[in-house]
């Protein structure tokens, strides 16, 4: 059952270390420390993306920072209580990791495949350009009655399918994790640049 699970939420990542390891949480004795990723694009601008780490696979107590990693995983949410609300923060969930060479062009540095259920209706919109754009919120299962939400975008074709999904719906999808800065309003006179996470989807399919 619970490979089962591990399938319908793989992470293939490679990327160069852009942080020092800050400690996240504990679990039975088990120390989590998130360091970020950064990770390129074909267009040669970087995604920046949250890596959530074990003691266990990696000495969190030295500088790695400039080396390059490829990474197997999942990714994760989970809820952060903050200012009377719940944000929903993204990291990926490292289960295999190997320190290797400069990132090597031959290798796809940044794949995702999820398996999992609509919980919104999709939110579907055009740019002023004309460009279909469809958001989706993907739950994924994981062991013990647990989920993850993904934040997924769809374009063009992609975009006008996914407009039609019911919430309930099941879904295989495929893309890359992107990272996208944005400005927060806190208040009337407070803002603070934050960062979102998203799946950028390349193909998907209704599975039902």
Same mark, same amino acid.
């Given at each position: ?93 490292? #289960?295999?990791? @190997?320190?290797? !060479? ?9 794949? $995702?495949?999820?398996?999992? %259920? =609509? ?40 975009? #006008?399918?996914? @407009?039609?999904? !019911? ?9 890359? $994790?992107?990272?996208?800065? %944005? =400005? ?25």
């Amino acid at each position: 059952m619970a490979d089962k699970i591990i399938e319908n939420n793989q992470v293939s990542i490679m990327g160069k270390i852009a942080s020092g390891f800050t400690f996240s949480h504990q679990v039975y004795g088990e120390g989590f420390y998130l360091v970020d990723l950064l990770v390129k694009r074909l267009s040669d601008s970087e995604d920046r993306i949250p890596l959530m780490v074990s003691e266990r696979l990696v000495d969190v107590t030295q500088d790695y920072e400039g080396e390059y990693i490829m990474v197997q995983g999942q990714f994760r949410s989970y809820n952060r209580h903050e200012e009377k609300k719940n944000r929903l923060v993204l990291s990926v969930f490292v #289960r295999e990791l @190997s320190f290797v !060479e400069e990132a090597d062009d031959s290798i796809k540095t940044n794949q $995702i495949f999820l398996d999992g %259920y =609509i919980c919104k209706p999709p939110v579907y919109r055009k740019t002023p350009l004309g460009r279909e754009i469809a958001d989706l919120l993907l739950a994924v299962n994981r062991p013990y009655g647990k989920s993850d939400y993904i934040p997924c975008i769809c374009w063009g074709r992609n975009a #006008r399918y996914a @407009s039609a999904f !019911e919430v309930g719906g099941h879904v295989l999808l495929w893309g890359r $994790i992107q990272s996208r800065e %944005y =400005i927060k309003k806190l208040n009337e006179n407070q803002t603070e640049k934050r960062t979102a996470y998203e799946v950028s989807v390349s193909k998907l399919e209704y599975a039902d």
